[in-house]
């Protein structure tokens, strides 16, 4: 075969029209070589000729799309040193754009015999092995544009590939759990009318799935256990042609983008799926172990692990840092998508220990002209000392907040005590966030996610099940902050039933009414269960698919028409916090917000530290905020008062005066899904059922 020079940028496999170019950086290699693989599985090993930078390069012109690869790297094997090169393993590109095939477990993946991890095996892995795949990059992306929807307008639908549409009925059966089957008109048309304008896709970086799970006949569903940061998974493609993965996500993201839907992912930059020093050598480990993985200083044998998972990214070395931002900028520029969610990201933020919100890799996005213009979402904490950092990420990133999750939890379950945190959640988070300039879109507002409960589970079940996860129900959260509502899972009992309906349209109305950015959890708002398991990460079956056969129609109209409300109205949708000042206004001088007991009085400090309340008021001044719906169209607010009540018998609440508002029409009432029509005035009465919630829009203008 024609062997050339080739170039030391870009790493990966880079077809050009003519031929392929091959880039591998490692340091501690002392001869790499290139495994071409034929369709029947041959293999042809080259010797890379040139290496510059410890970057290994050839340019192979005969090579053209389609063509299966990998690498065998030369060098050290000391694991007490750090060092793990086996050129008996293949490895996987780092830089692969597409992987064809599966990981099928066996002990010739790994670099020292079972039973003993002081030994060596030098068993081949290749025939184990998946395989790279050269992509052709080139692809008719016509007319497409990013959304680019501001945060405050944005409606996140966290959302799992095949969970959300291996069942739908409409669906073409060889579209189901597939890029193109969320791009298909039946499940974009889903979300439309939801009102989502971003949908957040669990981990399509092609994962591995864990030998231990593979054992037990189960699988790593949620995929977060990367093997390489710039291929799509296979497992979520509907054709066979190797490398189709590349071309059916990028229709997707098209067909999304053409119906005004952002597409983020959630990307695992902080370990990888080789696991601990017992793992297997997949690629980065067989490549450059001390480049990519933060080991222990004083026993470089072992990893570091802030993640749970076995190991962490060595973000402290350049190249590591320089894989990260190449991934990030590649599936902006070449895949069009929209922004990141990045777990466990106070990994992320390590230098040395402690978690630092000046490190390298912010300081690179904060430079960066692509990624710094996408939307970046932090998972503020990692399993590691001190790795609990909501509020504290840079003022250009957004946050889960866990905080509001377990606020807006205790408050509905009746907790004692959480009326001022209650109030903070929902107005934004000003204690969180303010401080370093950001504004309330920093919030990601959520009560449920993929990990835990689902929000049905949240009524349902004061315990985790997840006996089938065949750990003895060890795994999983044991503090879900749930209530079951008086009986622990299904039940005949219509009231209790009637009760969890109406918690889930409190928690879905708080959601959807608070400042801050609404992420709804896949399935939540057509009541999917789970049967009360909190962790069904190896779970791909219809424990865990949206059983579309099966909906809960009222609360899916319920959560359409809270979505309607807030499009409706800038008042929910504010671009600052509320400052407690007066707005002024033709008939009056009111405060942009104020706050009252159920007897119409303002809050005082006393009222807010009774660990007995469990009742408020809140008047939101819609007058003097002129703005434009998510569809542009000019809006001149209304004015709304929400009245909150976690406790478990009615109350009264007296409506404001007539300086606040003339009159008013009940627009929302959890205490049954149907849309009320009723007009109150000023000083009149307004009962709140028991564990309800209240919505008044001024009528006058």
Not at 120 to 127: F, G
Not at 200 to 223: A, I, Q, R, T
Not at 288 to 307: K, M
Not at 392 to 414: H, L, V
């Amino acid at each position: 075969m024609e062997i050339w020079p080739g170039r030391a940028y870009p790493l990966g496999a880079t077809y050009d029209g003519s031929g392929t170019n091959f880039a591998l950086f490692t340091e501690a290699a002392e001869k790499v070589e290139l495994c071409l693989f034929d369709a029947d599985g041959n293999e042809e090993r080259i010797e890379l000729p040139e290496v510059d930078g410890f970057v290994w390069h050839a340019f192979l012109p005969g090579v053209a799309p389609g063509q299966h690869y990998g690498y065998r790297v030369h060098g050290p094997y000391d694991p007490e040193r750090g060092q793990r090169c086996n050129p008996n393993k293949l490895v996987l590109d780092p830089y692969a754009k597409a992987i064809d095939g599966t990981i099928t477990w066996d002990e010739s993946l790994f670099s020292y015999h079972f039973g003993d991890e002081d030994s060596r095996n030098d068993a081949d892995s290749a025939e184990r092995m998946p395989k790279c795949v050269v992509i052709n990059p080139f692809f008719d992306w016509g007319a497409d544009r990013p959304p680019k929807t501001p945060y405050a307008d944005t409606v996140i639908y966290e959302a799992h590939v095949k969970g959300l549409t291996r069942q739908h009925p409409d669906l073409p059966e060889e579209l189901r759990g597939t890029y193109l089957g969320i791009g298909h008109p039946v499940i974009i048309d889903y979300l439309l009318e939801l009102g989502v304008t971003a949908i957040e896709l669990m981990p399509v970086h092609h994962f591995v799935n864990d030998s231990v799970l593979v054992d037990k006949g189960l699988s790593n569903y949620w995929g977060y256990n990367t093997l390489s940061f710039l291929a799509p998974d296979v497992t979520y493609v509907a054709g066979s042609t190797p490398g189709s993965q590349v071309t059916e996500f990028k229709s997707m993201v098209r067909a999304l983008h053409e119906a005004g839907i952002e597409v983020i992912l959630d990307v695992v930059y902080n370990h990888t799926g080789e696991g601990n020093h017992l793992g297997p050598t997949l690629n980065f480990r067989g490549i450059d172990n001390a480049a990519y993985y933060r080991l222990v200083t004083d026993d470089p044998q072992y990893y570091t692990d802030y993640t749970g998972t076995g190991n962490s990214l060595n973000v402290r070395h350049p190249h590591a840092l320089q894989l990260i931002m190449d991934s990030l900028r590649y599936w902006v520029t070449e895949m069009h998508v929209d922004g990141f969610r990045f777990d466990l990201a106070s990994t992320l933020a390590r230098e040395l220990y402690d978690v630092d919100r000046l490190s390298a890799f912010f300081d690179l996005v904060q430079q960066d002209p692509t990624v710094s213009q996408v939307k970046l979402i932090a998972e503020p904490w990692d399993v590691g000392p001190g790795g609990y950092q909501v509020g504290n990420f840079p003022p250009q990133w957004t946050e889960w907040n866990g905080q509001y999750r377990d606020t807006i939890r205790d408050f509905w379950r009746g907790t004692p005590g959480t009326m001022g945190e209650f109030a903070a959640r929902i107005t934004g988070s000003a204690d969180l966030y303010e401080h370093s300039g950001r504004r309330p879109v920093a919030s990601i507002n959520f009560v449920t996610a993929h990990d835990g409960f689902t929000l049905a589970d949240l009524v349902s079940y004061n315990d985790k099940h997840n006996e089938a996860n065949g750990d003895d129900n060890t795994d999983g959260a044991d503090d879900n902050r749930s209530w079951n509502c008086g009986v622990e899972g299904p039940t005949d009992d219509e009231e209790i039933r009637a009760l969890r309906a109406q918690q889930q349209r409190n928690f879905i109305a708080t959601l959807f009414l608070s400042q801050g950015i609404p992420m709804i959890s896949h399935g939540d708002e057509v009541g999917r269960t789970q049967g009360g398991n909190n962790n069904g990460y190896c779970q791909d079956n219809e424990l865990t698919w949206v059983d579309w056969e099966n909906l809960d129609d009222e609360l899916l109209g319920f959560t359409r028409r809270m979505a309607t409300l807030r499009r409706g109205h800038p008042i929910f949708r504010r671009r600052r916090f509320f400052d407690g000042r007066p707005v002024s206004h033709p008939d009056s001088d009111v405060p942009d917000i104020e706050w009252f007991t159920p007897d119409g009085t303002a809050m005082t400090e006393q009222n807010w530290d009774d660990d007995f309340g469990r009742a408020i008021a809140v008047y939101l001044n819609g007058r003097g905020i002129p703005g434009t719906d998510t569809r542009g169209q000019p809006v001149t607010d209304h004015s709304f008062v929400l009245y909150f009540s976690a406790h478990h018998e009615p109350i009264d609440f007296r409506v404001p005066t007539a300086g606040y508002g003339a009159e008013w029409e009940i627009v929302v009432d959890t205490l049954t899904a149907a849309e009320p029509d009723r007009v109150v005035g000023p000083g009149e009465t307004v009962t709140v059922g028991p564990r309800a919630l209240v919505v008044l829009r001024e009528t006058s203008e």
